[in-house]
């Protein structure tokens, strides 16, 4: 990644919720015009799914997902819930990883052992996310299957 995560601390969250909606929608084109509840986005070995759980006039939530290989014990699959607000063109994540509602700010300690910027640190991993398979989509010449 070309960017460190001081450089990232001083960015502001509307960035990462403005840039994470570019990607949706360069990754899914017709995410706001269509009401199509399922993607999968797969290059070589890599496969996001992402399903449309909410679809409201102005806003959508998705559920994204990557499974790992069931043999490393190391990674964990990754979920995440996002919601995408066409009319303001921002993308947040709202849950992560099993917590259904992320929290702005967090007091240490916490019952979930949650960072006090979770939310922010979960927006920065959807926007790393979403970089490395618009890269793939990108380097593939846009050989990327939408199903």
């Given at each position: 990644?070309s960017?460190?995560?001081?450089?990232?601390?001083?960015?502001?969250?509307?960035?990462?919720?403005?840039?994470?909606?570019?990607?949706?929608?360069?990754?899914?084109?017709?995410?706001?015009?269509?009401?199509?509840?399922?993607?999968?986005?797969t290059?070589?070995?890599?496969?996001?799914?992402?399903?449309?759980?909410?679809?409201?006039?102005?806003?959508?939530?998705?559920?994204?997902?990557?499974?790992?290989?069931?043999?490393?014990?190391?990674?964990?699959?990754?979920?995440?819930?996002v919601?995408v607000?066409?009319?303001?063109?921002?993308?947040?994540?709202?849950?992560?990883?099993g917590?259904?509602?992320?929290?702005?700010?967090?007091e240490?300690?916490?019952?979930?052992?949650?960072?006090?910027?979770?939310?922010?640190q979960?927006?920065?991993l959807?926007?790393?996310?979403?970089?490395?398979?618009?890269n793939r989509?990108?380097?593939?010449?846009?050989?990327?299957?939408?199903s």
């Amino acid at each position: 990644m070309s960017h460190t995560i001081a450089q990232h601390r001083r960015r502001q969250p509307m960035w990462f919720y403005e840039k994470n909606y570019r990607f949706l929608c360069l990754l899914l084109p017709d995410l706001h015009h269509g009401r199509q509840e399922s993607y999968q986005i797969t290059h070589e070995q890599h496969r996001l799914d992402i399903q449309v759980t909410e679809f409201g006039p102005y806003t959508q939530r998705l559920q994204l997902s990557q499974r790992f290989d069931a043999s490393s014990a190391l990674l964990r699959d990754l979920s995440m819930s996002v919601r995408v607000y066409h009319d303001a063109m921002l993308a947040e994540v709202i849950g992560y990883q099993g917590v259904e509602r992320l929290l702005a700010r967090y007091e240490l300690p916490n019952s979930g052992m949650l960072l006090p910027d979770e939310k922010r640190q979960a927006n920065l991993l959807l926007h790393d996310w979403l970089t490395v398979f618009i890269n793939r989509h990108r380097q593939a010449d846009r050989s990327v299957t939408l199903s």
